[in-house]
C-alpha cells in the first residue's frame, strides 16, 4: 500500500523563546524538522512525505527537503490552525494509502514505531501512539479539583497514522474547538480509533530544556 507522511512544521513555536521556529533549530548538528523527515525516509524506501510550513519559511523548509533526493518531498503552506495545517497536507494524499501525520518537532520517532504505526494501521484502520502518564494527574472543575486514576491516562503523541480513506473522510467536515488532534477529527465522525504503544524517548521539542534532552538522547544511540 502507498505510504504518506504528513510532517506539521507549521507553528511558531514562542514557548521556545528563540528567534526563528523551533522546528529549524539545531539538534545534534542538524535542524530538526531534518532529523523528522530522515525518521521517515529511513523507515520506508517508497514514502512520499509533505512537509507543511510556515509561509515565510518555504523556502527554508525546501532547502532542507532538497537533501533527500532518493524521496518525493513537497513543502506546502499551513493553515490558521492545526486543522487546517493537516488539511493543506491531506489534499497531497492519493488514495488507497495508509497516511501518518506527525509533529516535526516530535524529531526522535524511531523507524520501529513508524512500522509498528503502519503495520496496525493496515489491520484496525488507525494507531495512535500514545503512552502511560506517570505523574499523578489531577482534574480541573471550577475552583476545585479531584484526582484522576493515571492507570486509565495515556498521554498522545504522533505520527497519528490512518488509512486514507478514513482521515480524508474525517477531514472533510467542518472544523469545530474540540479538535486537538487527528484522532479527534476521526472520532467526531463517529468513528473508533484505536491506541498503539509510544515511546517515552518520542519527546515533543517544545521548551528549551527538551532540546537538552533531545541531545542527550541522541547522544545515548550513538
Known sequence: MKKIAVIVAGGTGTRMG??????????????????????????????AIVVVLPAQYL???????????????????????????VKNGLDHVPPHSVVFVHDAVRCLLTKELIHACYNQAL????????VVATDSIRV????????????????????????????????????QDIFTDEATVVEALGKEVF???????????TRPLDLILAEKILELRK
Open 195 to 205: 491506541l498503539i504503544e509510544g515511546d517515552y524517548n518520542n519527546i515533543k521539542i
Open 140 to 175: 480541573i472543575n471550577g475552583s476545585s479539583s479531584r484526582t484522576a486514576d493515571r492507570n486509565n491516562i495515556r498521554l498522545v503523541q504522533t505520527p497519528q497514522t490512518f488509512k486514507s480513506e478514513l482521515i480524508l473522510e474525517a477531514f472533510s467536515q467542518a472544523y
Open 123 to 130: 489491520v484496525r484502520g488507525s494507531a495512535i501512539p500514545a
Open 18 to 47: 528563540a528567534e526563528i521556529p523551533k522546528q529549524f533549530l539545531i539538534l545534534h548538528q542538524q535542524p530538526i524538522l531534518q532529523h523528522a523527515i530522515a525518521a521517515f525516509t529511513n523507515a520506508f524506501t517508497d514514502i
Open 59 to 85: 523556502a527554508e523548509g525546501k532547502k532542507i527537503a532538497e537533501q533527500f533526493t532518493d524521496h518525493s518531498i513537497t513543502c506546502i503552506e499551513g493553515g490558521s490552525t492545526r486543522f487546517y495545517s
